[in-house]
Structure formats: structure tokens, C-alpha cells
Nanobody, 125 residues
Framework: VQLQASGGGLVQAGGSLRLSCAGSGRTFSTYAMAWFSQAPGKERQFVAGIATLGGSSYYADSVKGRFTISRDNAENTVYLQMNSLKPEDTAVYYC???????????????????WGKGTQVTVSS
């Protein structure tokens, strides 16, 4: 599975962005998908994840109520709608895939099968 993230940019605090991650291959729907973020000098951290068929989604506490993850398996695409953005959301955002869905209960950036290139999100105050 090859992944390509897009949609990052510069936005003022309180604004919104929508990230997209396009995947290749006919097995896209067998992979749960996730978004991770990495700020300068910090470790990559889990932001949100969604099960293979989109029935369950999971969020980091810091983004609950502000971010929404979704997927369209017909289009091999996963999305991250980011609302009420804060300066502390500034980071490079990566999409990632891992086979199955059980791992979403304890997401681990070191255990992902595939990564896309990151997209920069900058939130100004």
C-alpha cells in the first residue's frame, strides 16, 4: 500500500483544515488507518485512527471533539477534518496503515506497516 497525504497548510487559530490520504492497491479496505503528528523535537504521536470498514474511530484526548477521521474505501482515501485548530496542533501530519483493526486499541507508531510522506500543518496564534 502506498500512501500520499495532502491538505496541510497555514491557518489561524480557530480555523479548519482537511487532510487527505490517498492509498493505492486493492487491499486498502483491509487496513485500519491512522494519522500521527510530529512536532519539532518531539516523538511521533497518535492523533486518530479508523477501523477497516469505518465502523469505529479512536482519538487522542487532545483532539477529541475537534478532529474527525473518516474514510472512503471506494476511493481508497482517509480524511482528517481538523476544526478549532490551536497553535499546539502545529506539526507534520502523517497517515499510516496497519493490517486489521485490533491494534487501534493501543496504537503504536513503531508497529505500522506503511507510512505516507508528511504534510505540514502550521497554526498561527
Amino acid at each position: 500500500v502506498q500512501l500520499q497525504a495532502s491538505g496541510g497548510g497555514l491557518v489561524q487559530a480557530g480555523g479548519s483544515l482537511r487532510l487527505s490520504c490517498a492509498g493505492s492497491g486493492r487491499t486498502f479496505s483491509t487496513y485500519a488507518m491512522a494519522w500521527f503528528s510530529q512536532a519539532p523535537g518531539k516523538e511521533r504521536q497518535f492523533v486518530a485512527g479508523i477501523a477497516t470498514l469505518g465502523g469505529s474511530s479512536y482519538y487522542a484526548d487532545s483532539v477529541k471533539g475537534r478532529f474527525t477521521i473518516s474514510r472512503d474505501n471506494a476511493e481508497n482515501t482517509v480524511y482528517l477534518q481538523m476544526n478549532s485548530l490551536k497553535p499546539e496542533d502545529t506539526a507534520v501530519y502523517y497517515c499510516a496503515a496497519r493490517y486489521g483493526s485490533n491494534w487501534l486499541l493501543q496504537p503504536n507508531s513503531y508497529a505500522m506497516d506503511y507510512w505516507g510522506k508528511g504534510t505540514q500543518v502550521t497554526v498561527s496564534s
